[in-house]
Each structure stands twice: as structure tokens, then as C-alpha cells.
């Protein structure tokens, strides 16, 4: 096909070899402009009806069965009748092929649109950055789903509803702290995790765990007790993977239920990339798409109507209301993600001598797309704006830093402005933010008392001063509680070892009989 | 590089339907609650429409662990006038919080829409017929015959003819009996036959065979089968509704309002357990009539109230279109209570020997002004006539209602599924 002067279509309308055409203009672009490697794509054309399905079994073709998704999709179908809310216009899966879903009632700009930012943008990135290389199999996740669906299936089957939800609704509870967050010896493999699942079961029922001997032990051996440092050391403690550890050491856990919560722990897993690089994966598809449209406009392929029609959506897209707009809502990623790269495309074609001094490695360096890919492979949100985020732009967005320390009567101070003194604190600030390891609590399983109650103690180390809502708490390690099935305690202390306010929680009766 | 499209358009919907019914499932207490509360202030005519319910998220709260207050850092974007070192008024207390999509605080309520069926099944699920009317529902269940195979006895009329005669060819054909052609043939070889010998051998032969053919009849009484029917019960799908109001002066457009809907909730009600549901509007001052929907509700009239006209009228409806053995029959009278003293006899008399034994249900709803004076009031006429006849064990059920919001809790009263057999 040539590469100029062919429209891809005329008007709104579109059919299946429209939507062929359109991938191929978009793939030249991509791939020889951009130089972007992307996965096999599989475009999905879906309904309305079937786009707001999709949300909620977040954004997965197949997911299994729990009430809270059909409780999201209630809350979703009454704020999309109502108007509150539009739907996106795609969802993208990680997975290989690359699965991308186009609404119907796309026009055909929308849906070159989407095919630009959805089959190229977020699909180079999900195969190129090493969050998602490190922590996601794309090649298994749809079998994998596919088997946990199956399996918890079968579980209900076997071992009633009720059973088997009491456990994926504590499991769920404790989803945010089931990830591994610093890499591990080898990387995730969801396939042979699959097959594995169940020799593993047999093999471990087969296995007496001599921890959770409770006949007593020969006198001497007994008393010689475990030190508390080989304990921990035995246990894996301390353990910040709430549920890797309730998988393997909790007590009483049928060998399904264990399967159940390596299930969530590995879903929680497939996740966790996604929300620590929302900004640069959004800024990546949106400069992406942003590129391409352009290009095609350029050779004519689509025409001013199509690209002023693209151009509304794309404004709507990466506009960020300020702060004392009432449609604020944090920053936008696609609006901050965006403006990012299309700086990074100024700095490196066009420095100013602030840039110069401020990015001595890409500064005018020339090869846009180059510098990138680079980044797009090698950063997560956090290390991009901290190393990314120019002067200019703190200007543009007119960026400020707040501090609010309710100790302080006087009300909330300004820290730093877009000037030369604050550049650089509110580059930190913003950054924070995007920090997974600010974002969360940081719990962990500290030690559990083998010689007395079998209590499971847990750690808060508090940030700042923020501390975990009580009710909340209370739920979660209920949830907890019934899953190790003896007591749970909580202790919450500050960076000094101070202990500011500690929970404990016995299980349910209804748990433990279980 | 290849690229597949798919069209997912043509697969089956809703496949998040079992979580949305899983969800309802669990949440079922409290939505229903809420759909009986959401339905108090709806007109009656929407209640079937489904809609918008809130429930708290009491039991349905997806807990995590979640961090608040402490110092607090924020990087905002469009700074007009502030500079650094400036100080701000914290907004009151309340703080930035986002508001959560379904999720968020758990102490939210929580807002979505239900169907139209979701909401009838959950506004009714624990609603029942009455006992006593489920006993008479067995009662009146017509009979239907239908064939049930043979039988060796029964009356002539319903002899098998086909099934008889195969059973009689059977057994012919079993015990050897001579074909007539077969004697015809020996007959006729005897009729030509000069043989001596030969002809005494064939008469012999011949005189075996009539004496067999004697032996064994054509038909036995053994073969004879008739055909067999069994009565089976029918139960009936249909019901009758009738709706009895008293349109003279004193009642008022508030009062007709109240009638009418419980009128509908009966409708509504009725229309899931039967099939084919009819309605009758009987109005009456002291002269009944039956007249459409519109008449009834809103067709003026005046005059003096006579109870039972409107029985009376009732009764001949159901003895020349509603035979009581084909319909469930269900009443349900709307009335201030003024009646003629002088009635109150014949109207008993009527409720008790015509209509409560044709009724399944019979409904007395008293209707009353909004404010709540009614209560202070002596028992009106036609209340204290009712209640004497249901003290003396008649099937009545009654109940006064003088507000909108009443109408709902005092359908449910009177259609709460009851475990025991106390009289409503």
C-alpha cells in the first residue's frame, strides 16, 4: 500500500476491511517512524452493553464469578444511564495476542483513534517496559484466567458458594498486600503455574508441615525450641505478601483454598505494573496516537474533517482542569503523561540552554524516538517525573506543593512554586505521589507466636503520620483472622518503634469451624 | 503481521448477569428494604418500572486497608497568585476526598438500578396468598378426565374395538383356529370328490375343524379391552378481581386515591400467580353499577350509600360470567364506612351466605382523610358491621389507611407469608 494519498475511508462509517486498512496505515507509521514492537493485535468489535460487562470484570475477557463484580457493574449501569458517565472508548488487555475492544458505535476516526493509541501505544509498552516484562506473562494470562475460572468453579461445586466466596472475599480484602514488590529469582510463568497447581496440592497434602505439629514433640526436641530468630527465619518472616504467606503457612486452609488465594495473589500480581505506570503507559499511547494521526493526516489518508474530529477528542482527552476547577480530580494521566513526552520530543529536537543544563543526556540529542522508547522501556511512573519532569513544563502546568500538617493552626503551607527555588521539591512531591511504596500501607507479617496462641502479629510502619482507618482495619483483619483462624494482632508504629495504637482480632466461629 | 478482528457483537450479553444476581442475592435483605421504602413514594403505576435504589453498604462494604490523616503532601496543578511561604485556610475540615466509584468509604450508600422484575420479585417475595386461601384454591380445582391406558372391565361404550380385535386375532392365530377359507376349500375338494375313502377322510377332517372353530370363538370375552380414563385435577389459572368502591359524596379524591392503589398492588400481585387475571369495577352510591376503569375512578356520581347494591351486583356478576368452580374469585371494597343503618342487616347477610363462600379473598379497605383524625373517630358503620361478622369467624380481612405511604406496609400485612393459621 502506498504511503501517501489513499483515503482509509469516507465519512463515519466503517466495515472490517475498513478497520484492516486503518491497522495497516497505523502499523507503517508505527513501526517505521516510531520504530515501536508491539504484540500480534486482535481487534474485538463489542457492544455498549458488553463494554460496561467488561468493567466490571476489570477489563478481562474472561474472569470468574464473585458478587463485588456484579455490585461495581449495578454501580456502573446506574451512573451510565444516568449520563454521569461515559464509556472509554477501548479497553487494551496485556496479554499476547494483544486484545484490544472497539465500541460499535465508534466512528471510523474514533476508531483509527483507538487502533493508533490502544493496538500500538499501550501494546509497545506493555511488551517493552520491565515492569510488565518483570511481572506479567501476557503469552499465559488468558489461560490462566481461564483456569482459575474453572477452577473456582469447580470449588463451588465441590464445596458450596458460600464456602468458597467467604474465602475470595477475605482474600480480596488483603488483594492490595498480595504482591511481591521487589523481583524474585525467576519470572512469572502462568502456564506451567497452571499445570503445576495440581501436583502441587498432592504433593503438599501428602507432606506433614512439622510446624503445625500439635502432638506434643519428644521432650527434648520440643523444649529446645525454635529460637525466635530461626522461627522467622523458617516462616519467611518478615513477609510484606500477606497472602503469599497465609498461602503457605496459614494452619488450618484447605489445599483449595490455598489455591484460591494464589489465584488472587497472582491476578493482584498481574495488576500491579498497571498502577504503578499509569501516567507514562497513557502518555505513551496518547503520544503515540497523537504521532500517527498526524502522519496519516499529513499523507492525506484521512481528511480535516476526520483530523479536526480527532483533534476534539484528543483535547477532551489530555485536558487537566486546575486545582479550584470544580472537575478536579488529581492530575491527569493522559493530560501529564502526554505533555511529558511532547517534551521530551522538544528537549531532545529543540533544548533551551535550561534544558541543556537540566537533561545533559538527551538534550538535543537528536533521535526522538530513540530517547523514547528508551524511557517508555526503562522507567515506572515514580523515576520518570523524577527524572523527567523539566522546568518548562512545571511552569506550563503552573505546579505548586502543598503541605498539611494538621499540627499546625496556622492552615496548609505553599512549600514550593514553579520557580527556580521550588523546581526541583515539587519534581520530588509529584513524584511521591506516584510512589507505590508511599501509595500503600506498608504492612507486614512480622512474627507469629508458635509457642503460645498461634497469633499472627502484623506491622504498620506509619508514613507522615497516617494511619490505617480503624473500621476499615477491623474488616480487613477479620477477613484475616478467619483465614489464619486463630487471633490476628495489628500494631501500628512510627518510624521510632513507637507504637501509636494496636488491633487484635479473633476469627469467626463460622471460619474456624469451617 | 497479522491481525485478527473479531466481532464479539453477536455473543450472548449479560455476562456479568450471574454477578449482578449474586450481588442481589446478598444483598437481598437490604435491597429489599430499600425497594419497599423507595416504593412508598412512588405512584403506584411506576412501581412497576424498577428503578433507582439506595442501600447502605452495610455487609456489602469491600474492605481494604486504607490510610488517612498525617501530614499530608500535594502537588496541584494551576497556581494563580500563591507564592512560597504563603499560608491557606483549610476548607472546613471535610478534607479533599475523592469520592470513590462504588467503592471508597464504606459508610457510602450505595446507588444502582434495578429491572423491572428484579423490583416486583423483591417488592413481593414475601408476600403469599393467605392460607385460607390456599385452601380453597384446592378446593375449587376443577377436574379434567384423561386416557390412562386399558382396562379389562368398564362400560360398553368405552370398549376399544381395535385393541380388542388384535387381542382376539392374537389369541386366534395362537391356538390354531381354521381360516374359513380353509374349510371352504376342504368343502369344495368334498363336494367333487368321488373317492370313497378320500371323502370320509375329508368329512372327518371337516368335522375336527367346525369343532374347533366352535371351540374357539372369534372374539373371547378375554380380549375385550376398554379404554381407560382417569380424573385428574385442573387447577385454575385464572382469577377474577373485583374491585368495589363507594363513589358517594363523602369520599373524597384523596380517599379514590388511596382505593386505587391498592387496587393495583392486588392487580400486580394476582397477575404473577395466575395466568389470565380479570378485573370488574363495581361502583356504587345506593344503586351499583359496573363500569371501566375510568368511570370508576374518575366518573362523578352522587347519591346515598347502600353497602349492599354493590354486593348485590357482585353476586349476579358471579353467577352469570364467573362460575365459582372455574375462577378464583378476589374482592376487595373501598369505602369511607358510611352506610344506611337500615342496610347493615342485608349486607351481612349477603357477605356471609353469597360472597365469602364464592371469594377466595375479601378485602375491606377503609379509606380516610390525611390527616390522621380518623383514628379518634368512632369505628364507622360499616367497620363495626365488618368486624362483628369477623369476630364471628367469617373470612374477612380489614384494614383503615389514610396516608399514601400506609398503602404498601398494609398490602404487605395483609399478604405476609404466615406461618401458623391466625386469621389477618
Redesign the interface.
Known amino acids: 500500500m502506498g504511503s501517501s494519498g489513499e483515503r482509509l475511508f469516507e465519512g463515519a462509517d466503517w466495515d472490517f476491511q475498513t478497520l484492516q486498512r486503518i491497522h495497516d496505515a497505523c502499523e507503517e507509521v508505527a513501526r517505521k517512524e516510531l520504530g515501536l514492537d508491539v504484540y500480534p493485535n486482535q481487534i474485538e468489535v463489542i457492544t455498549a452493553e458488553q463494554m460496561l460487562d467488561a468493567y466490571s470484570s476489570v477489563g478481562m475477557p474472561l474472569f470468574y464469578k464473585h458478587w463485588s463484580f456484579g455490585k461495581q457493574f449495578a454501580f456502573q449501569e446506574a451512573s451510565y444511564r444516568k449520563g454521569l458517565m461515559g464509556l472509554a472508548y477501548e479497553i487494551v488487555i496485556n496479554s499476547s495476542p494483544c486484545i484490544s475492544y472497539l465500541m460499535e458505535e465508534n466512528t471510523a476516526t474514533m476508531q483509527t483513534l483507538v487502533i493508533a493509541h490502544a493496538a500500538f501505544g499501550h501494546n509497545h509498552f506493555f511488551k517493552n517496559n520491565y515492569l510488565f516484562k518483570q511481572w506479567t506473562d501476557a503469552d499465559g494470562i488468558l489461560d490462566y484466567l481461564e483456569f482459575a475460572k474453572g477452577y473456582i468453579a469447580v470449588c463451588e461445586d465441590r464445596h458450596g458458594r458460600e464456602t468458597v466466596e467467604r474465602t475470595l472475599d477475605a482474600a480480596h480484602a488483603l488483594m492490595s498486600h498480595g504482591v511481591d514488590r521487589y523481583p524474585g529469582k525467576k519470572t512469572l510463568d502462568l502456564r506451567a503455574e497452571e499445570k503445576r497447581a495440581g501436583e502441587r496440592r498432592q504433593h503438599e497434602e501428602a507432606v506433614f508441615n512439622d510446624l503445625w505439629r500439635t502432638v506434643p514433640n519428644t521432650k527434648a526436641k520440643s523444649k529446645a525450641a525454635l529460637t525466635a530468630e530461626r522461627r522467622r527465619a523458617l516462616l519467611g518472616l518478615p513477609q510484606e505478601n500477606i497472602l503469599y504467606f497465609l498461602e503457605k503457612t496459614a494452619p488450618r486452609l484447605a489445599p483449595w483454598q490455598r489455591e484460591l488465594i494464589r489465584v488472587v495473589r497472582h491476578i493482584a500480581q498481574y495488576f500491579y505494573p498497571q498502577g504503578q505506570t499509569k501516567v507514562m503507559n497513557e502518555g505513551t499511547a496518547t503520544y503515540t496516537h497523537y504521532r500517527i494521526m498526524s502522519r496519516l493526516h499529513q499523507q492525506g489518508r484521512i481528511t480535516d474533517g476526520n483530523f479536526l474530529e480527532f483533534l476534539q477528542s484528543h483535547t477532551n482527552v489530555v485536558f487537566q482542569p486546575e486545582f479550584d476547577d470544580r472537575r478536579y480530580s488529581g492530575f491527569n494521566p493522559y493530560a501529564l503523561g502526554f505533555a511529558m513526552m511532547q517534551d521530551i520530543e522538544r528537549i531532545v529536537k529543540n533544548p533551551e540552554d535550561e534544558d541543556r543544563d537540566w537533561f545533559p543526556d538527551i538534550a538535543g540529542k537528536g533521535d526522538v524516538e530513540g530517547v523514547l522508547r528508551e524511557i517508555w522501556s526503562n522507567y515506572r511512573d515514580e523515576s520518570f517525573i523524577n527524572q523527567f519532569l523539566s522546568p518548562a513544563l512545571i511552569r506550563r502546568f503552573r505546579m505548586f506543593h502543598l503541605h498539611d500538617d494538621p499540627a499546625e493552626s496556622q492552615g496548609i503551607k505553599v512549600d514550593a512554586i514553579h520557580d527556580e527555588r521550588g523546581y526541583r521539591r515539587v519534581r520530588r512531591e509529584l513524584a511521591r505521589q506516584y510512589d507505590v511504596g508511599f501509595v500503600d500501607a506498608n504492612i507486614e507479617v512480622v512474627d507469629v507466636d508458635l509457642d503460645g496462641d498461634r497469633r499472627l502479629m502484623l506491622r504498620h510502619t506509619t508514613v507522615k503520620g497516617a494511619q490505617l482507618n480503624e473500621t476499615d482495619t477491623r474488616r480487613v483483619l477479620q477477613h484475616l483472622a478467619d483465614l489464619w483462624t486463630y487471633d490476628v494482632a495489628l500494631t501500628e508504629v512510627d518510624g521510632t518503634d513507637k507504637v501509636l495504637k494496636e488491633y487484635v482480632v479473633s476469627p469467626r466461629a463460622a471460619a474456624v469451624a469451617a | ?9 453477536l ?1 450472548p ?4 448477569l ?10 437481598k435483605a437490604l435491597v429489599q428494604g430499600a425497594v419497599k421504602k423507595s416504593s412508598q413514594d412512588r405512584d403506584i403505576k411506576d412501581v412497576l418500572e424498577g428503578g ?1 435504589v439506595t442501600i447502605p453498604l452495610d455487609g ?21 497568585k ?9 476548607p472546613n475540615q471535610s478534607g479533599a476526598k ?1 469520592s470513590g ?2 467503592e471508597g468509604d ?2 457510602d450508600a ?4 434495578l429491572s423491572r422484575e428484579e423490583f416486583v420479585d423483591l417488592f413481593l417475595d414475601d408476600l403469599e396468598l393467605p392460607d385460607l386461601a390456599k385452601r380453597k384454591l384446592a378446593e375449587t380445582e376443577s377436574e379434567g378426565i384423561r386416557r390412562a391406558g386399558y382396562a379389562t372391565s368398564g362400560s360398553p361404550a368405552n370398549i376399544s374395538i381395535s385393541r380388542t380385535v388384535s387381542r382376539a386375532l392374537a389369541r386366534r392365530v395362537a391356538l390354531r383356529r381354521p381360516r374359513k377359507d380353509e374349510i371352504e376349500a376342504l368343502e369344495a375338494e368334498l363336494a367333487e370328490c368321488d373317492d370313497e375313502t378320500r371323502r370320509r377322510e375329508l368329512l372327518t377332517l371337516l368335522e375336527a375343524l367346525k369343532a374347533k372353530v366352535k371351540r374357539i370363538p372369534f372374539i373371547d370375552p378375554i380380549d375385550i379391552r376398554y379404554r381407560r380414563f382417569e380424573t385428574v385435577p385442573k387447577p385454575v389459572a385464572q382469577a377474577v378481581m373485583f374491585c368495589l368502591m363507594d363513589v358517594s359524596g363523602s369520599m373524597s379524591e384523596h380517599m379514590k386515591d388511596l382505593a386505587k392503589r391498592f387496587y393495583m398492588l392486588l392487580y400486580v400481585f394476582l397477575k404473577r400467580r395466575y395466568k389470565h387475571v380479570e378485573i370488574v369495577f363495581i361502583r356504587h352510591t345506593d344503586r351499583a353499577e359496573e363500569v371501566d376503569e375510568d368511570t370508576f375512578f374518575h366518573g362523578p356520581a352522587s347519591g346515598g350509600t347502600l353497602v349492599s347494591s354493590a354486593l348485590v351486583a357482585m353476586n349476579d356478576i358471579v353467577r352469570t360470567r364467573f362460575r365459582p368452580a372455574d375462577w378464583n374469585i378476589y374482592a376487595a371494597q373501598a369505602s369511607d364506612g358510611d352506610n344506611m343503618t337500615s342496610d347493615s342487616a342485608v349486607t351481612g347477610r349477603l357477605l356471609t351466605d353469597k360472597i365469602l363462600p364464592v371469594c377466595q379473598f375479601f378485602a375491606y379497605l377503609e379509606v380516610g382523610e390525611a390527616a390522621n383524625y380518623t383514628f379518634d373517630m368512632p369505628d364507622s358503620s360499616l367497620w363495626t358491621l365488618y368486624e362483628r361478622l369477623r369476630n364471628d369467624g367469617e373470612p374477612l380481612s380489614m384494614r383503615k389507611v389514610s396516608e399514601r405511604g400506609e398503602i404498601f406496609p398494609v398490602f404487605q400485612d395483609l399478604f405476609k407469608r404466615r406461618t401458623s393459621q391466625e386469621r389477618v
Do not use: C, Y
Open positions: 503481521m497479522v491481525m485478527h478482528i473479531v466481532d464479539r457483537r455473543n450479553g449479560s455476562k456479568s450471574e454477578n449482578r444476581q449474586r450481588f442481589l442475592r446478598r444483598a433507582e456489602m462494604d469491600e474492605p481494604r486497608f486504607r490510610r488517612e490523616g498525617g501530614t499530608r503532601d500535594m502537588v496541584l496543578p494551576g497556581n494563580k500563591f507564592v512560597e511561604g504563603d499560608w491557606l485556610q483549610r475523592g466509584a462504588g464504606s459508610e450505595f446507588r444502582f438500578v
